[in-house]
């Protein structure tokens, strides 16, 4: 069968699909767009009428989900580990976590990012701020998980991490940073060290950079 096309745009949520792939050694044909595709590369919305990234296609397989993307791109390589499954302890905080990472805390980044970066010239800058303010309390839970821990689960690296700590990343990349705990600073550092890392963000950089 041939390698999974990921459509995304570099910097974007897709990079946790990237990322979780080079952790796991999977082999992908990586599909980069140029941000934001609905209006740079109209005819990607043949292939996901949602206009979004990133997105998976596998023969009849279709994924818009980053993080649901990043899980199965993990499980489909030669390292084991990188999902929590059921029958381990923390498999209930490992799913929490996964789904935490865009529905609780990435969203309120990208209204943040809309309202005071792309579409700044509506008036909606104070807005924006609120919204970032908002992104900061809600990492109280990350905060706390990782007060006795160096990863969210099993005491070991998990596509837990790829999702949350791909908002924290982001958080830096915008200017959203300065109400991040230190810790949870640290913890991003632990994770933007990694080689996986490293490799997906020099992979995605050969295409158009998403923000
Ligand atoms: N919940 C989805 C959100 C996907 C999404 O909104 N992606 C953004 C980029 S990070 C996008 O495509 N924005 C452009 C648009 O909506 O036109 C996920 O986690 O993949």
Redesign the pocket.
């Given at each position: 069968m041939a390698n999974p096309s990921l459509y995304t745009?570099a910097g974007?949520?897709?990079l946790?699909a990237t990322w979780a792939a080079e952790e796991a050694g999977t082999d992908i044909d990586l599909k980069l767009l140029p941000?934001?595709?609905?209006?740079k590369a109209p005819e990607y919305l043949q292939v996901n009428p949602?206009?979004?990234?990133?997105m998976l296609i596998e023969g009849d397989a279709e994924m818009?989900?980053?993080?649901?993307?990043a899980h199965y791109l993990a499980t489909k390589g030669n390292v084991e580990d990188l999902v929590v499954t059921s029958g381990e302890e923390d498999y209930p905080a490992y799913l929490d976590f996964t789904y935490h990472?865009?529905?609780t805390i990435?969203?309120p980044q990208?209204v943040f990012m809309r309202f005071s970066l792309f579409e700044k010239e509506k008036g909606w800058g104070e807005a924006g701020e609120a919204y970032a303010k908002w992104f900061w309390k809600r990492l109280v839970k990350l905060e706390q998980r990782l007060e006795t821990r160096e990863f969210l689960c099993e005491d070991r690296f998990t596509v837990a991490d790829i999702c949350c700590g791909y908002a924290l990343i982001?958080a830096g990349r915008v200017g959203v940073d300065e109400g991040i705990p230190q810790s949870l600073k640290d913890y991003r550092e632990r994770l933007v060290s990694r080689d996986g890392y490293k490799r997906a963000v020099a992979r995605e950089s050969a295409g158009p950079v998403?923000?």
């Amino acid at each position: 069968m041939a390698n999974p096309s990921l459509y995304t745009c570099a910097g974007s949520r897709g990079l946790r699909a990237t990322w979780a792939a080079e952790e796991a050694g999977t082999d992908i044909d990586l599909k980069l767009l140029p941000f934001p595709p609905r209006f740079k590369a109209p005819e990607y919305l043949q292939v996901n009428p949602l206009g979004t990234v990133p997105m998976l296609i596998e023969g009849d397989a279709e994924m818009t989900e980053s993080c649901a993307i990043a899980h199965y791109l993990a499980t489909k390589g030669n390292v084991e580990d990188l999902v929590v499954t059921s029958g381990e302890e923390d498999y209930p905080a490992y799913l929490d976590f996964t789904y935490h990472a865009d529905a609780t805390i990435t969203f309120p980044q990208t209204v943040f990012m809309r309202f005071s970066l792309f579409e700044k010239e509506k008036g909606w800058g104070e807005a924006g701020e609120a919204y970032a303010k908002w992104f900061w309390k809600r990492l109280v839970k990350l905060e706390q998980r990782l007060e006795t821990r160096e990863f969210l689960c099993e005491d070991r690296f998990t596509v837990a991490d790829i999702c949350c700590g791909y908002a924290l990343i982001l958080a830096g990349r915008v200017g959203v940073d300065e109400g991040i705990p230190q810790s949870l600073k640290d913890y991003r550092e632990r994770l933007v060290s990694r080689d996986g890392y490293k490799r997906a963000v020099a992979r995605e950089s050969a295409g158009p950079v998403a923000i």
